[in-house]
């Protein structure tokens, strides 16, 4: 090499050492603005992807994350086409177009042609000028941010940040929350003129928002689908098609459904922008209208709760967690789903449930339903009236108090806490409390979504479980009760009649329901939960502050609500047929009052035959009535064969 060779080698990287230590510096001293990524907003999305709610960031800006794997090719390709068809190819800045726009400032003594990069538009979003200035300085303020932002991200990257930051008019920022709130649907299902119109709208969205000004949005749009023909990035019979379609855009909307559960997974999930639940779009809508109808003629200040799970994943397909989110009077703020309330006799399934397995009763069992005491507590039924002597199916369907707590009394409240508790199903005391005989009518806290998954069991072969509301959230299935056990219970509540106003819902053909009602103390709870083989549904409704609603309760006020939310589930082939009994599980005759299989050899011995399921061949006694030997003493005052 010559030493003129050398010499100019040497000014080369002088040169460039001195330029990149400039650069390198210019970085330092004006660092990247890049947004942060905690401040970004999120969205609560559907099963299905439509957004439930959205999150705005701290400056009231509503942004859903854009990928650009996410969004349609076709956008894709007209945004490119249309604003930088050299984005994969220049350093961030495109020279000749700079030139050119440098050169009309010069002629015209304004800006003509800004010249600029998709990644300058980038750099301008996330570093905007004071005031919107368009003075060259700002230009040149711009291409630096370019070169950095060239520097620092991928061109993958760049893209991302100006599908998510986009202007798009109001407070709508990024193309997939303009696509939903314009348009109704993802960024990914674009059509081609939607495409064109998205790609058009940030650069001048208060002119051509399309809600408020269709004609010259509509203009607009054609102005990019033009481009598409003339760079034969579409054919022309595409653009043509394209062209015919009309804009129509409704007013900017931001969707609010399941707002509580949406409020519940933001905060459980603070670090994601995109949380998608395991909702059901068009039942959660239906279910929000159907329960806004049917509070309009209950008491003022009157909520509710509802969820509907999905039996074979416990996967949460409706929830509503109030009657109206943004109703202060109701306190619709308030999650009932969640709350502890005292949940009336809705535990009774269960306690039967674990008498049948520990082979205290079966269905036909005889028990009584006359006033007694237990140490200090006397119960009595909800209307005040008692009925005697009573199988154990009709007790619990007609959710008689004595004989449930004669039953807990003879299972152990603590021991039917602890297989609760075992199950998943936490239960609030007071403190200083433990589980005693009221528990069984109220006397402890429960919340709705663990009764709901209580109450799954029926329909599970016994398992209850956690409900799950993400599709990742792991699943917890505890056991409750034997398959066997859980079929006799959902028997007697399949077979329960539907009293007053739910007898409408009794049609032919419809879902077989196991349902149970329930009350608290002073009217303040109102309960219905009930399951079909594929879903099960909870109701409460009361008011959130705790104070009383009168003459409301469950089978009154929850319990139709309860069966138009069952009469809005799909429909399946077989649901309106029986589930035929597990092989331990038996149909016998049983007498009263000793409580053994009718024996033709001694019909003395029976008094009154009655049906009933027995659980792996087990037929129990009837169990001795308290302060006598044998139960048959008292059976004989109340009549049994009467």
Same mark, same amino acid.
């Given at each position: 090499m010559t030493r003129t060779a050398r010499r100019r080698l040497l000014k080369t990287t002088l040169a460039g050492l001195l330029m990149a230590t400039g650069a390198m510096l210019l970085d330092l001293a004006f660092p990247l603005p890049l947004p942060d990524a905690r401040d970004a907003g999120a969205v609560v999305l559907a099963a299905d992807g439509t957004p439930l709610r959205a999150f705005a960031d701290r400056g009231g800006i509503w942004r859903y994350p854009a990928d650009p794997g996410e969004v349609s090719p076709r956008y894709l390709e007209a945004l490119l086409a249309y604003e930088d068809s050299w984005f994969w190819r220049h350093p961030g800045v495109n020279p000749l177009a700079l030139l050119r726009a440098g050169g009309q400032w010069l002629r015209h003594g304004r800006v003509v042609s800004g010249g600029s990069t998709l990644t300058m538009q980038v750099a301008r979003i996330i570093d905007p000028p004071a005031g919107g200035s368009r003075t060259p300085w700002a230009k040149a303020r711009q291409v630096l941010r370019a070169l950095q932002l060239e520097a620092h991200l991928s061109k993958r990257e760049i893209l991302g940040l100006y599908l998510d930051r986009a202007p798009f008019g109001g407070t709508i920022e990024g193309v997939e929350a303009a696509s939903w709130a314009y348009l109704g649907k993802s960024a990914s299902k674009l059509s081609d003129a939607e495409a064109a119109l998205l790609v058009v709208l940030p650069q001048a969205p208060s002119r051509w928002r399309p809600d408020r000004e269709p004609e010259a949005a509509r203009?607009?749009?054609d102005k990019v689908l033009d481009r598409m023909a003339s760079t034969g990035t579409w054919t022309a019979r595409e653009v043509a098609d394209a062209r015919i379609e009309p804009v129509v855009a409704r007013s900017l909307h931001v969707p609010r459904h399941a707002a509580l559960l949406a409020r519940r997974l933001r905060q459980a999930h603070p670090r994601e922008r995109r949380i998608t639940s395991t909702i059901d779009i068009d039942l959660q809508r239906t279910l929000e209208a159907r329960v806004a109808s049917y509070f309009s003629d209950l008491p003022p200040r009157t909520s509710a709760a509802l969820l509907v799970v999905d039996n074979a994943t416990m996967e949460a397909r409706a929830y509503v967690g109030s009657v109206e989110f943004a109703d202060a009077e109701r306190l619709g703020h308030v999650d009932m789903v969640r709350a502890w309330r005292s949940p009336g006799s809705t535990l009774k399934p269960f306690l039967y449930g674990l008498a049948i397995d520990d082979g205290l009763i079966h269905s036909g069992s005889l028990m009584v339903d006359a006033p007694q005491s237990f140490g200090d507590y006397r119960p009595g039924n909800f209307d005040a009236a008692y009925r005697g002597p009573v199988s154990a199916a009709e007790a619990l369907q007609l959710s008689l108090n004595v004989p449930a707590v004669d039953l807990l009394d003879r299972v152990g409240p603590v021991r039917f806490a602890a297989r609760l508790a075992h199950a998943g199903i936490d239960l609030h005391w007071p403190r200083g409390a433990a589980p005693n005989l009221s528990m069984i009518l109220g006397g402890t806290g429960a919340r709705l979504e663990d009764l !709901?998954? &209580?109450?799954?069991? +029926?329909n599970r072969e016994g398992l209850a479980g956690r409900v799950r509301y993400r599709p990742d959230d792991p699943?917890?299935?505890r056991r409750l009760l034997s398959p066997g056990a859980a079929w006799i219970v959902r028997w007697i509540l399949e077979d329960n009649p539907r009293p007053g106003s739910a007898d409408s819902f009794d049609a032919s053909?419809?879902?077989?329901?196991?349902?149970?009602?329930?009350?608290?103390?002073?009217?303040?709870?109102?309960?219905a939960l009930g399951g079909t083989r594929r879903h099960t549904v909870?109701?409460?409704?009361?008011?959130?502050?705790?104070?009383?609603?009168?003459?409301?309760?469950?089978? !009154?006020? &929850?319990?139709?609500? +309860?069966?138009e939310v069952v009469n809005a589930l799909p429909r399946h082939r077989g649901d309106a047929a029986a589930a035929p009994p597990p092989p331990d599980v038996a149909a016998i005759e049983a007498c009263w009052p000793l409580g053994l299989p009718f024996d033709p050899q001694a019909p003395s011995l029976c008094r009154r035959r009655h049906d009933a399921w027995t659980l792996a061949g087990v037929v129990p006694?009837?169990?001795?009535?308290?302060?006598?030997r044998l139960w048959s003493a008292g059976v004989e005052r109340f009549q049994v064969d009467a």
């Open positions: 203009a607009a749009r !709901v998954g &209580a109450h799954a069991a +029926l699943r917890a299935d053909g419809r879902a077989r329901v196991a349902w149970k009602t329930g009350t608290s103390y002073g009217f303040r709870d109102a309960w909870g109701v409460w409704v009361g008011r959130p502050d705790g104070t009383p609603l009168p003459g409301q309760y469950g089978a !009154v006020t &929850a319990l139709p609500l +309860l069966f006694p009837t169990a001795a009535e308290r302060g006598a």
